[in-house]
């Protein structure tokens, strides 16, 4: 499951800042995930949990933000969101495109405490 690998490099990225700030305690940690990203959220949620036991995070949440897909068509060059792993345009039936959003997998917040 490659969530406990995701959730090992989120708090392994986590304690690295927490650690440049003076090992303060981590109290929340905010993703932002495309839909893309095909990320089995419980699972990522269950496995930071595992991982955070006896560090500066074991008091953390984790909270994430879904970022939705938007797709340019290769074809008349519309901007649509997917609906699904098929891309097909609803202008045009064309399939394919170029992602222009929803491939994002960051941090994008980290909260210590005082």
């Given at each position: 499951m490659h969530?406990?690998?995701l959730a090992s490099n989120i708090l392994e990225r986590a304690l690295a800042i927490a650690h440049e700030h003076g090992d303060k305690p981590i109290r929340r940690v905010t993703l932002e995930i495309g839909a893309l990203q095909e990320v089995a959220v419980e699972a990522?949620?269950?496995a930071f949990d595992a991982s955070k036991t006896d560090t500066l995070a074991q008091n953390a949440q984790l909270e994430w933000m879904e970022i939705p897909a938007r797709v340019e068509c290769e074809h008349c060059g519309r901007l649509?969101?997917?609906e699904g792993p098929i891309w097909v345009c609803p202008a045009c039936q064309g399939?394919?495109?170029t992602a222009l959003q929803g491939d994002e997998f960051l941090i994008a917040s980290l909260e210590?405490?005082?």
């Open positions: 969530e406990f690998s990522l949620l269950f649509y969101e997917p399939h394919g495109g210590l405490e005082d």
